[in-house]
């Protein structure tokens, strides 16, 4: 069983910044789609990015193009979302998934993801 734990969510001003990192202890995601979901209060789980295990392509959600960036860190065998220019829609808890899926895509498909992590919560405000 493959335990997601994450971390560097927080509290952070509009066009602030964060960082978050997910780690696999004692696992290599070196074979595993990433993707990374964010949940609103009263809102649906929604797939935010990811990026695939063979050649590292990535996606992202119109919402979140051009300032958010999916990345594999094979040293610490983690997966991180560096977040940039947040707005207060990006409020809520991110949660990192792994899908048993080793290919040149990926996906956000809440159903497919076969671990998940306990989630952190990420607050935008003034």
């Known amino acids: 069983q493959v335990q997601l734990v994450e971390s560097g969510g927080g509290f952070v001003q509009p066009g602030g910044s964060l960082t978050l990192s997910c780690k696999a202890p004692?696992?290599?995601?070196?074979?595993?789609?990433m993707a990374w979901f964010r949940q609103a209060p009263g809102k649906e789980r929604e797939g935010v990015s990811c990026i695939a295990s063979m050649d590292g392509s990535t996606y992202y959600t119109d919402s979140v193009k051009g300032r958010f960036t999916i990345s594999r860190h094979s040293a610490n065998h983690s997966v991180s979302l560096q977040m940039n220019g947040l707005k207060p829609e990006d409020t809520g808890v991110y949660f990192c998934a792994a899908e048993m899926r080793h290919g040149r895509s990926c996906r956000t498909d809440p159903s497919g993801m076969a671990y998940w992590g306990k989630g952190t919560q990420v607050t935008v405000s003034e």
């Open positions: 004692g696992y290599s995601l070196s074979y595993y789609g």
